[in-house]
Structures are given as structure tokens and as C-alpha cells.
């Protein structure tokens, strides 16, 4: 793996900084790279040496953010539900900027909040608790969906509410939620 020269990083992590507070002044159609440039202080060209458009940067930013979600799936699910909450919401925490903002917009690009929604029904998949005879009349679609959409619900609560609870506490409450659902 080739290391990634610092500069680089910093222009992309201004880039990416610059269309999220965008996107929380104006709508994301009514931005343009000139005011991405203006914002992270470069270039247009240097937009273009990046990314191929707006769109395309949105994109990406979205994909490290689901990415990074999806790493903790691996290990989450070998712990009890609370546990495995904790650095979840540490995590929305630590990137209010990009949650707020994403779960805020309305009609943000490439469905974000659908996006969110698809990798966590994913991850609960292997949840499903099928031996106890909790879940044995009701669909995994269903549940899926159901338990989904909750967790979605109660983060965007939490991020549109500015974090009235501190993430141990929304990690045991949903977590608790969960558990009794899955």
C-alpha cells in the first residue's frame, strides 16, 4: 500500500469539509465547484485533480463514512448489543458535521439516509434471533426493515436534537431497543 502525500489528504479533507458546510447553508443543486474552491481556498483545477465533480465528492465522502461503518459491523457483532452501540454513536458523534448535515438536508444527494439505512439492515442480518421463538411469525423483510428504520430514526432524533444524551446513553437505550426486537 503506497502512503498517500499529506498535502493531498489536507486538500481533500478541506474539500470535503468545504460541501458539507455548503450543504448546510444552501441546497446541494445550488452549489457549484467555484463555491467548493472558494471555500476550502483552492483552485477549481484542484477540484478536477480529485474528483471529477461535486457529485463525485459527495459520493466519495458518503462511501468512507459507510465504509468505516461497515468495518465496525465485523467485530460489533460478536458483542452484546449495547457494547457494540457505543462506538457506533461515538463515531456519529465525532462527525456531527457530516451526519447533521447528511440526515438534515432534504433530498440530499444519493439518498443518504436510504444508503445508511440499506448498510445497517445489512448488518442486522445476522442478528435475526430465530432460537427463542421471538421473531418465528414475523418476515426477515419485516424485521429488517422495522429494526432499520428505528435505529435510523433514533440517530437522526439524536443528531437533529444536538445530542441531548451522551453517546454510552443512546448506545444503551437503542441497544436495549434492539436486543428486544432482533
Known sequence: MTKVDR????TQEALKRAVLELMAEKNFDDITIQDIADRANVNRGTIYLHYQDKYDLLDKLIEAHLNELGEMDEWACKMDWVDALIPYFEYFEKHYLFFS???ASKGAPFS???RLLSSFMEGFK???????GKNADVSDDVLLQFAGTAYVGAIEWWIRNGMPH???AMAKQVGILLGRTL
Open 126 to 132: 445476522a442478528e435475526i434471533d430465530r432460537e427463542s
Open 7 to 10: 498535502r493531498i489528504l489536507k
Open 101 to 103: 448535515t447528511m440526515l
Open 166 to 168: 451522551p453517546p454510552q
Open 112 to 114: 443518504f439516509r436510504t
